[in-house]
């Protein structure tokens, strides 16, 4: 079967517009890549690229300037990364920038965002190395914040058990908490500080009054601080006191003296003492004499009341209401 015209056409017609859509592409691609533009390169060395990879976007301020061209690493904790850059930035950057790996948006690819220096510095140059920095990447931070997160758990199960034992009575707090009649045992006590201190003021004001009431022309207080005559006076009451003082202790200690040997001796006293038999034996006689005593004064009643004495014991009382009767 023969094509016809209309259908080479067409073809012809697709592979046209194919074409040039493919070129289109291509130089949107290669634009986006600095393919077709003058670049330069420069490069930054970090620890960890968190994911970066070839043909990720190069910032400066913000503005896309270029693409990641080269990624290798030198070693386990540095890694070079090789940046293409329009030439046209050239004049703009400085050596002091400084190159950090970032993430465009919460879930977008990694991009290397370069920061102009704060203070003045020369020109960047093609193949110059930019400082970099490495921020702190999102594995690091869950750790960080799994170790805070265990922290705070630990943290939280002390304050409970700290909690648990206020309210049970425990410790001191606890006992300041639960405890009402320490919780007004200390109440009292502020209140009495309160009383002391309001009595402390008051002693005061009246010690000022009477310093201030002191005539120190005409009264005693006068005398002792101006006049020397009186000064001595008093200081030989005050020897003559320690004079006394001391003969004070010699008393005491001869009386010291005579106990130890009294305590020590053998002497009556001594024996009287010490000897916890000779004290029994002596109340056991008091006992004895007392006890006698009750049963005379039983047996005197008696005999008064016999038919052999009871004349004698009436005639003693006839003599005793005499005697009293005389004496009136």
Known sequence: ???????????????????????????????????????????AVFNNVNGLILGNNVRYSGINIGTVKNIVMINDSTICVDMVIEDKMLKHMKKNAV??????????????????????????KPGDTISSYNKTSTTD??????????????????LLKITNKINQGEG???????????????????????????????????????????????SLAAVLLSDSISANKMKSIIVNL???????????????????????????LNYMVSDTILVDNIDETMKNIKEGSVRLNENLEALKHNFLFRGYFRKLERQQRKEAENKN
């Open 1 to 43: 079967m023969k094509t016809s015209n209309t259908q080479k056409f067409s073809l012809g017609l697709f592979i046209f517009i194919t074409t040039i859509i493919l070129v289109i592409a291509l130089y949107l691609i290669g634009n986006k890549q600095n393919l077709f533009g003058h670049t330069f390169r420069a490069s």
């Open 99 to 124: 190159a950090a790996i970032g993430s465009d948006g919460l879930v977008g690819s990694m991009v290397i965002n370069i920061v102009p220096g704060k203070e003045d510095s020369v020109a960047l």
């Open 242 to 268: 320690e004079e006394s003082s001391s003969g004070i202790d010699s008393v005491i200690t001869n009386l010291n003296d005579v106990v130890l040997q009294v305590k020590n001796g053998k002497g009556t």
């Open 141 to 158: 931070m869950l750790e960080t914040l799994n170790t805070t997160n265990d922290n705070a758990a630990k943290l939280t199960s002390d």
């Open 172 to 218: 001191t707090l606890g006992m300041l908490i639960t405890d009402d009649g320490l919780a007004s045992n200390l109440k009292e006590t502020v209140v009495n500080l309160k009383n002391s201190s309001a009595n402390a003021s008051s002693t005061i004001r009246e010690l000022k009054n009477i310093i201030s009431a002191i005539n120190y022309d005409e």
